[in-house]
């Protein structure tokens, strides 16, 4: 897939950089017709292709949304965009979120173009796979959108240009019927990993990423049998090395991941590099002295959480790239370890403890591979919310989980007020979600509304 993309790169540059860099609605630009150009199955097939390009601007900057935000990371910068994200003072007019706002949209957009031309592909099974590809992507990014900046416009289909101010917020509840409509539908049509190219969505993918949606809808029975499946699917074992999973591509523990190529300016990433000692690391996402604290010292993985001579360093994306600036790590949105630990979060049912075995092997898997120690399964094990929290946060540190995970486990106002005091900052409830970004409100004549507090 990755060879097509680069052929594609051209076309997505043409078709669809507007979309990106202003208004989140605008059509494509003038002198390029979508109408003249999605005319046959294998052009609406590279608009498919281009989904996944979109998603690869997503992650880019996505860690200080969620990881900065959280007691996981922080900036070396003392002003800015970026201390505002630590401090949990974000104003309007950041713009780290104004462009993972805008990058959400641009793959939503790139979606709603391929479900508006699946008419021109005559193979059902054909159109039926482009369908569930786009839903399932629309769905990823009205997840993260939804959860960073609550109620948001929720856009099915391409917008004319009468139409692009006339959109306000839907409420949380219709975005997230909306999500689960889409993921249900990739679930059922999408196919198993062998069935398509590595790097594109499958049935495994969408049926993770709905259990999660269903986790934080507090809908735990809907989830547990989507995760009882996926760990019963051969299609995915954990890693015997923790290292591996994220130095191993496509390795079976991966459910799915947005891919990136080395010193590839078309098709590389940067997010390594803020992660990073290497070469001249800007610093822009570095371990806190809280998480390291939190990281018992016999843990086999702490060697790729951070570097203990040089605890800036996450381990996880050391980059192999001539060009520090254009890395090709790959960024792991779903994966097999976190879903052992939904597992057992659905089977706690947001309950303070429990003793089921199940939840215990789960749990157990997860400490054998760092090295810990384990729970009994004799029936005297108990496994808590605390205990799975807390393993959460170092299994899938710098993975953009923590933010969300507090806010699921409901712990979210306890832990970061306590961080923040700690820290130096203050704390209020309504930092929970994000602004929506004053250009967004500026260009949109009345339709978007603020979230409170800001």
């Given at each position: 897939m990755k060879n097509l993309r680069k052929i594609l790169f051209l076309l997505s540059a043409i078709v669809f950089?507007?979309?990106?860099?202003?208004?989140?609605?605008?059509?494509?630009?003038?002198?390029?017709?979508t109408t003249a150009y999605f005319t046959t199955p294998d052009q609406v097939k590279t608009g498919v292709i281009n989904i996944y390009n979109g998603l690869q601007a997503v992650p880019l900057r996505e860690f200080a949304m969620t990881e900065m935000r959280s007691d996981n990371t922080k900036t070396n910068l003392s002003e800015g965009d970026y201390a505002q994200l630590q401090n949990l003072a974000v104003q309007p007019t950041n713009s780290v979120i104004t462009l993972y706002y805008s990058a959400c949209?641009?793959?939503?957009?790139?979606c709603n173009l391929v479900l508006q031309y699946l008419n021109v592909v005559t193979v059902a099974a054909d159109r039926t796979q482009y369908e569930a590809e786009a839903r399932f992507s629309r769905g990823l990014s009205y997840f993260n959108l939804v959860r960073a900046?609550?109620?948001?416009?929720?856009?099915?289909?391409?917008?004319?240009?009468?139409?692009?101010?006339?959109?306000?917020?839907?409420?949380?509840?219709?975005?997230?019927?909306?999500i689960i409509a889409d993921l249900t539908f990739a679930k059922d049509n999408l196919t198993a990993r062998a069935g398509v190219e590595e790097g594109r969505a499958t049935l495994g993918a969408a049926s993770a990423l709905l259990a999660k949606v269903y986790l934080t809808n507090g809908r735990y029975t809907d989830a547990k049998p989507l995760l009882d499946g996926l760990i019963a699917n051969t299609d995915y074992a954990?890693?015997?090395?923790?290292?591996d999973v994220f130095y191993t591509k496509?390795?079976?523990?991966?459910?799915?991941?947005i891919e990136y190529i080395n010193d590839n300016p078309a098709e590389s990433?940067?997010?390594?590099?803020?992660?990073?000692?290497k070469g001249v690391a800007r610093g822009l996402n570095y371990p806190t002295n809280d998480f390291r604290a939190a990281v018992t010292p016999a843990d086999l993985r702490i060697a790729d959480l951070y570097n203990a001579k040089s605890p800036a360093e996450v381990g996880k994306y050391i980059s192999?790239?001539?060009?520090?600036?254009?890395?090709g790590n790959d960024w792991i949105v779903l994966r097999l370890a976190d879903v052992l630990l939904m597992q057992a979060e659905a089977i706690l049912a947001g309950n303070n403890a429990t003793n089921d075995l199940t939840a215990i092997a789960a749990y157990n898997l997860i400490r054998n591979r760092a090295g810990l120690s384990q729970l009994p399964t004799d029936g005297t094990g108990t496994l808590t919310k605390q205990m799975l929290s807390d393993e959460r946060r170092v299994e899938l540190s710098f993975e953009d989980h923590r933010f969300y995970d507090l806010i699921r486990f409901g712990m979210a106002e306890t832990v970061l007020s306590a961080f923040a005091t700690a820290s130096g900052f203050t704390f209020t409830p309504t930092a929970l979600l994000l602004p929506i970004p004053q250009r967004e409100i500026n260009t949109s004549f009345g339709a978007l509304a603020q979230n409170p507090g800001y």
């Open positions: 950089t507007t979309a990106c860099e202003n208004q989140l609605y605008l059509t494509p630009i003038s002198g390029v017709s949209y641009n793959v939503i957009f790139r900046f609550g109620g948001i416009p929720l856009i099915d289909k391409v917008l004319t240009p009468s139409e692009t101010y006339t959109y306000g917020r839907a409420t949380e509840t219709d975005i997230y019927n909306f954990m890693m015997a090395k923790y290292h496509r390795n079976k523990e991966i459910i799915f991941s990433e940067d997010f390594s590099l803020e992660m990073t000692s192999s790239s001539v060009n520090a600036t254009y890395g």
